[in-house]
């Protein structure tokens, strides 16, 4: 794409402000027609208000300033308007019915008629069509709910093209994707390019954008900082990073000197049976062990059973439990329960923070605490003074961004949202935390701030297990990594043995290697 292509998209002096909040003031935007154009900056910045605006979510009127498309003004009453001109925004959350059919949702509310009725065969055809499109080989009679959600995306692109889409706008697609399937979606955006489609795209996966856009525009709080020409320009990383955050970042993760003790936790043999399928055991004999002091990470592929493994352990609250055993401090422990395992001092911060995390319809002050409430009751009722006040030193000590902590957890951005969650787990004093996927979803800056609570927490003494996808981010926070393939614990690598290729070798082989630290001693039980 050259600078030379028309221009098929312009935003002039967007200003779009909600109570309290100026979300966007004075952003300049131009989209020309062909190319792959990124918005980056950190959560906050406004790059999913800006695409609300052009996609007539916001609609024309609730802001100021000018839409330009195809050399026209235009003023989108909703989203049904933007559609009709071809302009179809997919976002995080995906919009797909889980109780209908891959051609149900294709055409909901745009089912093919013939004499008056929805013509099912005419819209089993276009399904098939539409699903060549994107690489989709299932039956379009598949329930959503039993494809995957890398699937997911491509049927929600499948709908674009059934709204014959002309610009696609794309909040964050690969963000709870595997490598494998971020890959097919990115190739699937170079193949539409050369279709001559434009699409728009969101993203904090700064690597994939740096290989795939065109054009990169970065916001910084509602502001319009700079648009950068990829190739002409020579954008790498790290001058994306200096324009989101307004500095350089000369390493992603805070200098840190591990003090580690001695194993504290272990677990032995943990097996487990799938909560549906009988015959499938998503933990198979699986052990390991953390010291005082260590950040421990565990590497897989999806569906490798990282999460299952957690979940199991943070009282059984996953799968069918068949046999292990879990030691702490030398004493072996019984997690029948969620209680239980906050008695025993885990904690486990799901990997969706949204749906499992926390209750959207609670204030940050109630999500802070909500993980033990006996800490600040007396006789079954709680001391607000205490609730408020402990709310405010986790705001202060975890530079939540909020002017307040009596705010709806929904007003955050997906960092501060999940500082708060991180928040809820910290009050209850645990010894081990296991983070899923922390930094699933946030900017780099906000991804920083997050490590740095990591190590922080490691050097009081605890614990911390952290299940992460990207590989660079268990190698340069962890202190030790475990490798899962299929259930089994594969490979227990050291930091300074811990690379892209060893660690990817051990998470898709069966072959167990030999544990790197020593066993608890094991004592009576208490």
């Known amino acids: 794409m050259t600078s030379s292509a028309p221009v098929l998209l312009e935003m002039r002096s967007i200003t779009k402000e909600f109570p309290g909040v100026k979300a966007l003031e004075d952003v300049n935007l131009v989209v020309r027609s062909g190319e792959i154009h990124a918005i980056c900056g950190e959560n906050g910045a406004g790059k999913s208000t800006l695409m609300k605006v052009l996609s007539g979510v916001y609609p024309y009127g609730s802001y100021t300033g000018d839409i330009i498309y195809q ?68 039956d379009p009679d ?52 050369e279709r001559g489609i434009t699409s728009i795209m969101i993203s904090h996966k700064l690597n994939e954008i740096e290989r795939i856009a065109d054009t990169i525009t970065i916001l910084r709080d509602g502001r319009t900082i700079e648009s950068l020409d990829v190739k ?12 989101m955050v307004g500095r350089d970042l000369s390493s992603r993760f805070p200098d840190h000197t591990p003090n580690i003790g001695e194993v504290f936790f272990e677990v032995r043999d943990w097996t487990v049976r799938h909560p549906i399928s009988a015959d499938r055991l998503v933990c198979k004999g699986s052990s390991f062990n953390v010291r005082r002091g260590e950040i421990v990470g565990f590497a897989g592929l999806m569906g490798a059973g990282r999460t299952e493994l957690a979940m199991s ?51 940050i002050k109630t999500s802070m605490v909500a993980a033990k409430l006996s800490k600040i009751s007396r006789h079954g009722v709680l001391d607000q003074v205490k609730e408020h006040t402990y709310a405010e030193e986790y705001r202060k000590s975890l530079r939540v961004k909020t002017p307040t902590v009596d705010e709806g957890v929904t007003k955050l951005s997906g960092g501060n949202q999940q500082k708060v969650v991180l928040a809820k787990w910290m009050f209850t004093d645990p010894d081990l935390l296991i983070l899923d996927e922390p930094t699933r979803g946030i900017d780099v800056g906000a991804k920083y701030e997050i490590y740095g ?50 660690l990817m070798k051990q998470m898709t082989s069966t072959k167990t290697q030999p544990s790197q630290q020593p066993t608890m001693k094991k004592m009576p039980t208490s």
Request: net charge negative; aromatic share 6%.
């Open 313 to 363: 352990l943070f009282g059984r609250s996953y799968g069918h439990w068949i046999s292990g055993h879990v030691y702490k401090d030398g004493q072996e422990i019984v997690l029948k329960t969620v209680a239980d395992a906050i008695r025993h001092g885990l904690a486990y911060v799901s990997e969706d923070r949204k749906a499992i995390g926390l209750n959207l319809l609670d204030d």
């Open 71 to 138: 050399g026209s003004e235009s003023r989108f009453s909703d989203i049904r308007a933007s559609e009709h001109a071809g302009i179809v925004i997919i976002h995080q959350e995906l919009a797909l019915v889980p109780g209908m059919s891959i051609t149900e949702n294709l055409f909901l509310g745009n089912e093919p008629r013939r004499f008056g009725a929805i013509d099912w065969q005419a819209a089993n055809k276009k399904a098939y069509e539409l699903m060549a499109l994107v690489g989709l080989k299932e």
């Open 453 to 502: 609570i990591i190590q922080k927490l490691a050097d009081q003494g605890k614990g911390v297990i952290v299940i992460s996808s990207e590989l660079p981010e268990l190698i340069g926070l962890c202190d030790r990594i475990y490798t899962v393939f299929e259930g089994t614990i594969t490979g227990d690598i050291a930091r300074r043995d811990a690379n892209p290729e060893v």
């Open 142 to 193: 598949t329930l959503i709910k039993d494809i995957g959600v890398g699937k997911q995306q491509l049927v929600e692109i499948a709908k674009a093209f059934a709204k014959d889409v002309r610009l696609l706008i794309l909040d964050e697609p690969t963000a709870a994707l595997n490598e494998n399937d971020s890959q097919h979606l990115l190739d699937l955006l170079l193949g539409f390019k």
């Open 232 to 243: 002409g320009d020579g954008v790498n990383e790290d001058r994306i990073v200096r324009g």
